[in-house]
């Protein structure tokens, strides 16, 4: 999926059948306009794929995956950039970089005056006022890895596929297992594969679909990622 410029380009690869009124629906809901032009493309998956899911859960994607446990610079950024959102109900850039004890902050749906009555030690939008919003910030699903995996950045995205696909479900798997160890986690996994970490594949998908469930759905993991 790519939205910018009042244009959405949305490529579906599955053995599912779509309604393309209720894909207008949803990207008119999103974008909070219905000014927007939609091309929808709907493909039937690879039969070897669709295949490959078929009588039990397997590994749908190769990949190496890492996770990482998350520092502290990575959870204060993500409080910061919950805690803005909550108020200006809009994403922002936000580095917190605790060494040099340096905090900055880019946000365009708040006045920079405002934010520096909030936060009166970080940078506020050191280039001045900007507009944020579609036809700025141009985006295309999984271009924000960092602030959405952290260290762990390998193995693919976490978003646009389903919870078959190891870029996904892998992902969280070994991020959660980090968070709980303490250690950084490295996993491998082929197409096909039963089994990863010695856990049927089938109980990493479960839970991951929980850890999704537990962010309130797809769409919300989307906006914030693992964290």
């Known amino acids: ?14 053995s599912v059948k779509y309604n393309e009124t209720d894909i207008f629906d949803i990207v008119y809901r999103i974008t909070k306009t219905n000014n927007i032009a939609v091309e929808v493309i709907l493909a039937k998956q690879d039969e070897y794929l669709a295949n490959n899911q078929k009588e039990k859960i397997r590994c749908g994607d190769n990949g190496i995956f890492k996770g990482v446990p998350l520092t502290e610079e990575e959870i204060q950024a993500s409080y910061l950039a919950h805690q803005i959102y909550n108020k200006y109900n809009s994403d922002g850039k936000y580095i917190i970089d605790m060494p040099s004890n340096k905090t900055i902050i880019c946000q365009s749906n708040a006045k920079t005056e405002e934010l520096k009555t909030v936060y009166p030690t970080a940078i506020i939008n050191p280039l001045g006022e900007w507009t944020g919003g579609l036809n700025v910030d141009t985006g295309a699903t999984n271009r924000k890895l960092g602030s959405d995996m952290g260290k762990g950045v390998t193995g693919g995205g976490l978003h646009g596929k389903d919870l078959s696909k190891a870029d996904v479900s892998i992902n969280i798997y070994a991020f959660l297992k980090a968070q709980e160890t303490g250690k950084i986690v490295e996993l491998s996994c082929a197409i096909g594969d039963e089994f990863v970490d010695e856990k049927p594949y089938e109980e990493i998908v479960k839970q991951a679909k929980k850890y999704i469930q537990l962010q309130g759905g797809f769409e919300k993991f989307a906006e914030w990622g693992l964290f």
């Open 1 to 14: 999926m790519l939205i910018g410029h009042n244009n959405c380009k949305i490529i579906i690869e599955s």
